[in-house]
Every structure is written in C-alpha cells, then in structure tokens.
C-alpha cells in the first residue's frame, strides 16, 4: 500500500496534485468498503480507476464528489487536507462529476439541464428571474465549442442518446471551470463508436487543462486516454501505475483478475472430477 | 427566442424540421385544453342555459375555488409529491382564524394572520416529515389527512360545543376582511367573485415561479431526477419544502374565502377535495411520477371540473352523476397527455 509513490515516475516530482487521496478508507457499519486506497489527479492528465463490479468504485467516486465522507486517511485538494460537506462543497472547490446513469434529468430541456444548480439571473428583487437567453445561447456555444453541435436546445435531453447526455455533461463541467472532473464509467452502456465519441471529450478536457478521474472497468478505454492506473480489487488498492510502468496486456490481466482467473480455471478443472457427495 | 442575434442569427437548417405543430404538442397543457374544449361544446351543445353570461360567472366561482388549489398542488407534482391533506387543510385554516378571533375577542385579522402562521406550519410540517424520513408523500400527507380531519371535528367541539364554528360577522375587521377574500362584482349581470382574481394572480405567479425563476428548475429538477439534482448542487430538501408551504399558501387562501364567505366554518369541510386538486392537475398535464407539467394546466383542469359540475346543473342531469364524469375525464385526459407525450417525443 505504501508502494505507489515509489513507482510514479520522476514526472511529478515538484508538481502540487490537484487532488490526492492518501490510504483513504470508508466503512459501513462493519463493512470496509474501502481501504488503504491512494489516488493522485494532475492538471492536464487523466487518472483511471478500475475494477470489477463491488470493488469499490462507486464508493471512491462518492468520497471524491462530496456525498460520502471517509472515515479514515488523508484527502487533499490543492494539498490541503480537507473533508468535503456536500456534493456543493465539491463543486464550490472545482470538483464536478458526472455519473453514469444520473448525469442529467431526462424530461428537462438541454439548456436547462446544462445550468441546473448554477442558473444565472438577472433582474432584481421579485423580477429576479432566469437569464433565459443567456442560458440558451451559452449552452450552444459551450457545446459547440466541445465540438457538439445539437440541433435544438429545448429538446428534452432524455431524446439525446447515452454518449450525446455524456458529452453534455462533460462540457457542462468544463463550462464551470472545474478543476478536476471525476468519471463515473462514461462508457460503460455505450457502443464502440459512441465510447470513442466520448473518450474524444474526455481527451479535450484534458487537453483544456482539467485533472480527469476516470472510472471504468473497461482496461481497453482506460489506456487509450490515462495516465495514471489505480487497480481496485474488493475495497483494497491491488496495484498502482503510471503509463511508463506498465502495458496494456499486463494491466488487462491485472483488471481481469490474474492470479483469480488462475484459481478459477483450477476450479473448474476440478468441478466434473468425482469428489466427495458433499459437494452435489 | 426566435431572434438570436450575432453568430446564432446563422439557424441551423435541421431547426427547420421544429415545425409549429410540434412545438404546440409539446406543451404540457395541450390535452387538457382540447379536452377543455370538448367539455364545452358538449355542454353548450345539451344545456341551453349553459351558454348565458350568468351560467358562465357561476362556473368560473366553481373553476376559481378548486384552481386557487390546483396551482400550487400542481408544482407540488411536478417536484415529485403529493399532497393528500390539502384539502382538509383549507377547513382548518378557516377554523383556526374563526375560533381564535371569536375567542380571543380579538380583531378578525388577527386570527386571519395567526391562521397563516398555524397554515404555514403544518405546510412545514409535512414538507419536513417528507425530507426527514424520506417516507412516500402519500403516507405523510395521508397521515396528516387523518389528523386534521380529526382535528377539525375535535378542536371545533371542545371550543364551540358544536360541530359549527360560532358567527363571526359582526366582529371588528370581518367587512374588510371579507372584502378581499369574498368580495363580488356584478358586470353586466354576470357576479364575478374576487376569488377569481386570486386565482389568475397565483396561477400568473406559479407560472413565473416555475419557468422563470431558479426554483422553478429547481422544481423540475426534483421531480424528474432527485439525484441529479442533488449532485449538481441543487438544495433538494429546501425546495420540496418550499412546495408544501406554498401548498399551505393557497390553503389559507381557500380558507379565508370558506369563512368570509359566510360567516361559519363546518368542521368536516373539505374531505376529497385534494383528490380534486390533483385530478386538476393531472388533467393540465402534470405527470403522476413528478418532472413534469404546468400551472397554466392546471388552471383549464379546474376549469374542466367548474363547467362538468356545473354543466350537469344546467342540463338538468342528476348531479350524482357528476363523479362519474370527473373519473371519466380523468382518465381520457391522462390518456390523451400520455398519447400526446409520445408522440412529441417519438418525431424527434
């Protein structure tokens, strides 16, 4: 567990991570959830967190957004250790995320969707009222300027496909000046060409200088953009790399449970041998 | 939205496709306006004196009553709730401004507005119970329900021994109150009631509140994704709070027009009305699973309920068969959003 800063590379020596967890641990109840797990994020790079299914994932992207604390270990932003309120308090730091599956209210326009929680106003008093123009017009533009060109802002954003809300999403963090942009498997339901769609923007927030924490269990998307690697394995940090350190196939094998998949192919070579009654 | 000036003045020739007719289908309140229309054509069309100018002010009292309510139960659905104790609330808000003025001696506006306070609270209460314990709308508000409607009979007769409130009509401040809260003009043989004006003002105001303002996104953003909102920042518990208190708003509106109507409160008033609310505003195209609607809808749904009750009167029908046709309204009113939802949708 403590290995990890041994194997990043020469790369950041003197560089002030955007945000770093160190050995963070969360704890339900008596479960661990997480433990030991050590993350950093750089301005301009993309760091990817994999793992299977109850790994842990969700678990650290909810640390990193603000909506569960944890419990145990240090979590830094800008190098000040810092324990985060609420998903506002994350946002308020420059901390924005997008989920998978919860990105964006489906039945509510695209402009709408792209200020939720950030409306802009003009107006005073009880005229006070929603800058609609300038919400319209920005979120053309801003799409735009990510390279998405939609047809009408006022439709419902639950008619855009997956990777379209995705990308929405994305350029919505961007536009608020997030710092760093947390991932929650971006391509998960998504298609190969739509998944490449996607991993495009992720790439041109990483080029317009954002940290990006990408979570995928998809080895294959991870090293086509990251930077760095953090393997998740039941909770536990099951390894730590950076692009130099390591390739593809040794980090699918990794992802794809390695020694596990060893002890599974052992498994059942021995299922159909004629063993003891007990096991019918 | 039409003139968008510098770049976006350059339209985006598959804009085009965007034909009125769609745009028009995309309104939530569409189904509930032709069915508005269906409503009255039939009615004009089997009751002679449906179409007098008399006829009309009486259905318009009708529709203002039950849309002074309509309106803010109708954002309460789109933020995603119900609220099954509106309207035994109006009984009690009328109550409690009676029986304190009457028993405290007191000026009748000074019960009018420690009625307001008492309204707010139990608006707050369920509002809190709700974000709290994150228990469905419908068993807290259904609990508050059998608790006001206990509360109504109970109070009523330990303070006035009966199930009436005592007269206040000659008490000091009662001419002014009733003023604005029961007032009533005749214009050109037509008595047009005060409560109509109540009820263009807050459904005017709910409809600014929800397409203009930040809360109105807000309310949208609640009822159509709660976690979403809740990770973009959006104060998720504030808002469902504010919807209940202006719920009990409007409440205390209904309320005070109940009592300074006449100058007596029955204490078992208002069981079912809030079915009527919400019908109201399903028929106005507010969706049941919240995200969805319109205050504006609502006000034709509870035009639609003024000229079907009213409508049966003046065709001489049996008026028990006026539930039959609210259900059937309902229905073919859901109906029809739903089609018309889908269709919008799928021409994309």
Known sequence: MTAPKAQD??????????????????????????????????????SCVLGDNGAGKSTLIKIIAGLHRHDAGRFLID??????????????????????DLAVVPLMPVWRNFFLGSEPTTGAGPFKRLDVKLMRETTRSALLRMGIDLRDVDQPIGTLS??????????RAVHFGAKVLVLDEPTAALGVKQSGV????????????????????????????????????RGVMAGSHTKESVTLDELTRQMAGGSELEELSHELERAPAPGSGDSV | MTAGPGSSAVVDERLL??????????????????????????????????LRATSFGTVLYAASTIGIMAAPVALLMIGGEFDLSAGVMVTS????????????TANVWVGVFVSLLVTLAFGAFNGFMLTRTKLPSFIITLGTFLMLTGMNLGFTKLISGSVSTKTIGNMEGFPSARKLFASYWTIGGVELKVTLLWWAGLVAVATWILLRTRFGNWIFAVGGGADAARAVGVPVVRTKIGLYLGVAFS?????????????VVQSGEGVGNELIYIIAAVIGGCLITGGYGSAIGSAVGAFIFGMTSKGIVYAEWNPDWFKFFLGAMLLLATLLNAWVRKRAEATK
């Open chain 2, 251 to 263: 409440a205390w509106v209904s309320g005070q027009h109940l009592l300074f109507s006449y100058d």
């Open chain 2, 93 to 104: 808000s009328a109550l409690v401004s009676s029986m304190f003025s009457y028993q405290m």
């Open chain 1, 162 to 171: 997956g990777g379209e809300r995705q990308c929405v999403a994305i350029a």
């Open chain 1, 79 to 100: 190098g000040e250790e810092t324990t985060l309120a609420n998903p506002r308090d994350a946002l308020d730091r420059g901390i924005a995320t997008v989920y998978q």
């Open chain 1, 198 to 233: 996607v991993l495009k923007y992720i790439a041109a927030a990483r080029d317009a200088g954002l940290g990006v924490v990408l979570i995928t269990h998809n080895p294959h998307h991870a090293y086509l953009v990251g930077d760095r690697f953090v393997l998740l394995k």
């Open chain 2, 17 to 50: 496709r965007t034909s009125p007719l769609r745009k028009l289908l995309g309104r939530p309140e569409l189904g509930s306006v032709v069915g508005a229309l269906a409503v009255f054509l039939f009615f004009a069309i089997v009751a002679d004196s449906f």
């Open chain 1, 9 to 46: 590379g020469p790369q950041d020596t003197g560089r002030q991570a955007l945000v770093e967890l160190d050995d963070v641990a969360k704890y339900y109840g008596n479960i661990k959830a997480l433990e030991g797990v050590s993350l950093e994020v750089h301005a301009g790079e993309i």
